[in-house]
């Protein structure tokens, strides 16, 4: 984990967090993926209350991964805290995931596939970076962006 020094987190906009939020949960609790979309269950770091919010799924490679384009959000420091352990939900289909996060020298590849699936809604959180970046632009930002791999289930 990161110390405070490198922290990065770009916080939602009203629109995002009371209306786009809202309306991808939403359809995602009805059954409706939006491009992969699910809604991200995990156990609240301080309350032990469930903390719901809407995530993109990314398939690569045989693998599935969660991408945090904002950064240090709530739903990643409440993934490390539950030690992994997360629900993927679907309209009613739940599934018990374990997660482990990315180190930053094999992010990306990770990073790319998820900028070419998702860059017209995550884009802007990339610094400029792109799915066709280099190398070196690509290492530059992987530090700000926690990636997690999800466990296949059992």
Same mark, same amino acid.
């Given at each position: 984990? !990161?110390?405070?020094?490198?922290? $990065? ?5 009203? /629109?995002?967090? $009371?209306? @786009? %939020? %809202?309306?991808?949960?939403? /359809? ?7 491009? +992969?979309?699910?809604?991200? =269950? ?17 398939? $690569?490679? +045989? ?5 945090? !384009? ?8 409440? *993934? ?8 993927? *939900? *679907? ?8 997660? $482990? =996060? ?5 992010? @990306? ?13 995550? +884009?802007? /959180? /990339? ?8 190398? =070196? =632009?690509?290492?530059?930002?992987? !530090? ?5 791999? *999800?466990? !296949?289930?059992?």
């Amino acid at each position: 984990m !990161p110390d405070a020094s490198e922290t $990065h987190y770009r916080k939602p906009g009203r /629109f995002t967090q $009371h209306v @786009a %939020n %809202n309306l991808v949960a939403s /359809f995602t609790r009805a059954g409706i993926s939006i491009w +992969g979309s699910r809604v991200l =269950e995990v156990k609240g770091r301080t309350s032990g209350q469930p903390r719901r919010v809407p995530v993109n799924l990314l398939s $690569h490679e +045989g693998r599935q991964y969660l991408v945090a !384009p904002r950064g240090e959000t709530q739903w990643v420091r409440n *993934l490390r805290a539950a030690d992994g352990n997360l629900d993927l *939900l *679907l309209g009613r289909r739940r599934e018990h995931r374990t997660a $482990h =996060e990315v180190a930053d020298t094999d992010k @990306a590849p990770i990073l790319r596939a998820y900028l070419r699936r998702w860059k017209a809604e995550v +884009g802007v /959180f /990339f610094d400029g970076v792109s799915a066709d970046s280099t190398d =070196e =632009e690509v290492a530059r930002i992987a !530090p700000r962006h926690p990636v997690f791999a *999800l466990d !296949p289930l059992a």
